[in-house]
């Protein structure tokens, strides 16, 4: 077998964070240089494989999907959030994925869409006030973030309760991400977040922990995901089922808040960037909704609104990074990778490669005009992920991003106070940069 040093190709990427200062843009020029080929990255003494080429994701996500685990890098410093449940991999999460997949099937998110648009529309009128400039991020989480909590603690779960988990959520999937770009630090030598980790995740759990007590007690019926967990898991009792409640229930919710706030926190400077496109979604959403409170039964007739988000989520997935370690030896585009090495997977690199997108980095919604799927490479496109651990959530998402596009620009337009086009800031999720503000005027 030929050496592994010599026979694959090594791409920098420490001097290239060096030079950017920004670890999307490190890894968007290690990725140009890779155009599809699998690559190592050189991060000192850790040196991962890249993989981007569909062909190769198709095989690292479905064909070969068993080989390759979420341990490692990214997945190991997350795991006090994350646990040991819809997140992991192995036998707890064959069997949250069993207990989990009929709460978030499209049918399901149907059924309580109406109720979320609802919630939706009341958080829109409450948390904005018109022609005050807000924190962009802060703002579609005040939205995002109690319309998921009350979906998956019940209506009952208390205003301060949610006020202590959106920060601790924050807090969490920022305060680690130094590790996420340098995994070869041991985890017991300290690093800037990593105190401010654990106070997100005792402030967590000691929301959580009560609320899976108070359903444990009461026997819930409820719909909310707390209580269904319940019921599902009434044959793991004591400290052990609790904390498998906990885990599947935390990292669902962490993944479906995380997701949908940091993608439409994009939204907005991307319309700003983009008058003529920002032109046609205002026009449909005033042909469609006019003065009404949206409802679902207006996303059917948006459709150039769905192109628009699933651009969105081309240009700027929330999950940018997915790593795995390889359990076995595996051969992958012709390149040998040894067993314990470990594959970062990208879409956000994915969706721009030049072979596979015309225009790559050209924002333009007319590539997912109906009829256009059927051209592309199966895993040209996934912002959710792929094979066996596909996002859960992606219905829940495709359900709410439109409906808060939509109830937002029914009032209001958006200015966004930019000087230049924003930079996403290290974090485990594409965010844009802190301080991104703006200023939403009232149409009439």
């Given at each position: 077998m030929a050496d592994i040093a010599t026979a694959t190709r090594t791409v920098p990427f420490l001097t290239r964070l060096t030079r950017h200062r920004v670890p999307v843009h490190a890894l968007e020029a290690a990725g140009a240089e890779a155009a599809g080929r699998v690559v190592r990255l050189n991060m000192g003494p850790f040196r991962p494989y890249l993989v981007t080429h569909p062909d190769h994701v198709e095989q690292v996500l479905t064909g070969n999907q068993a080989n390759y685990l979420r341990e490692g890098m990214f997945w190991d410093p997350l795991a006090p959030l994350l646990g040991e449940g819809i997140l992991s991999d192995g036998e707890n999460w064959a069997e949250s994925r069993r207990i989990l997949q009929p709460l978030f099937t499209a049918r399901h998110v149907n059924a309580m869409a109406e109720n979320m648009a609802r919630i939706m529309d009341e958080l829109i009128d409450t948390t904005i006030v018109p022609g005050q400039p807000f924190d962009v991020a802060k703002g579609m989480s005040a939205i995002v973030h109690p319309v998921i909590v009350r979906l998956f603690f019940g209506a009952k779960i208390s205003v301060e309760d949610i006020n202590r988990l959106v920060p601790a959520y924050d807090v969490a999937v920022t305060a680690k991400a130094l590790r996420v770009v340098l995994p070869f630090v041991p985890e017991q030598v300290p690093m800037p977040g990593d105190r401010a980790f654990r106070r997100a995740i005792k402030a967590i759990d000691e929301v959580v922990y009560p609320r899976i007590a108070e359903a444990r007690g009461q026997e819930q019926e409820g719909d909310d995901v707390v209580s269904r967990l319940v019921r599902a898991r009434t044959q793991d009792g004591g400290a052990d089922g609790d904390r498998l409640i906990r885990d599947d229930l935390v990292a669902m919710h962490g993944a479906s808040t995380e997701t949908s706030t940091t993608a439409l926190s994009w939204v907005w400077p991307v319309l700003q960037a983009h008058p003529e496109i920002a032109a046609k979604v205002y026009d449909e959403v005033d042909r469609v909704v006019g003065d009404d409170p949206v409802g679902i039964d207006h996303l059917p007739r948006m459709p150039y609104l769905k192109m628009f988000v699933s651009e969105l989520m081309r240009l700027y997935p929330s999950g940018w990074i997915l790593p795995r370690t390889a359990i076995a030896t595996d051969v992958?585009?012709?390149?040998?990778?040894?067993?314990?090495?470990?594959?970062?997977?990208?879409?956000?690199?994915?969706?721009?490669?030049?072979?596979?997108?015309?225009?790559?980095?050209?924002?333009?919604?007319?590539?997912?005009?109906?009829?256009?799927?059927?051209?592309?490479?199966?895993?040209?496109?996934?912002?959710?992920?792929?094979?066996?651990?596909?996002?859960?959530?992606?219905?829940?998402?495709?359900?709410?991003?439109?409906?808060?596009?939509?109830?937002?620009?029914?009032?209001?337009?958006?200015?966004?106070?930019?000087?230049?086009?924003?930079?996403?800031?290290?974090?485990?999720?594409?965010?844009?940069?802190?301080?991104?503000?703006?200023?939403?005027?009232?149409?009439?």
């Open positions: 992958i585009g012709g390149v040998t990778v040894e067993a314990g090495s470990t594959v970062i997977l990208s879409p956000y690199l994915t969706h721009r490669l030049a072979e596979f997108w015309d225009r790559p980095t050209t924002f333009d919604p007319e590539r997912f005009a109906p009829g256009g799927d059927a051209r592309r490479h199966r895993y040209a496109y996934w912002p959710f992920a792929a094979g066996p651990h596909v996002c859960l959530g992606q219905h829940l998402f495709a359900m709410e991003a439109p409906l808060l596009i939509a109830g937002i620009l029914r009032r209001y337009r958006p200015h966004v106070h930019l000087d230049q086009p924003p930079v996403p800031r290290l974090a485990a999720s594409l965010r844009p940069p802190r301080g991104l503000t703006m200023t939403l005027e009232a149409r009439r």
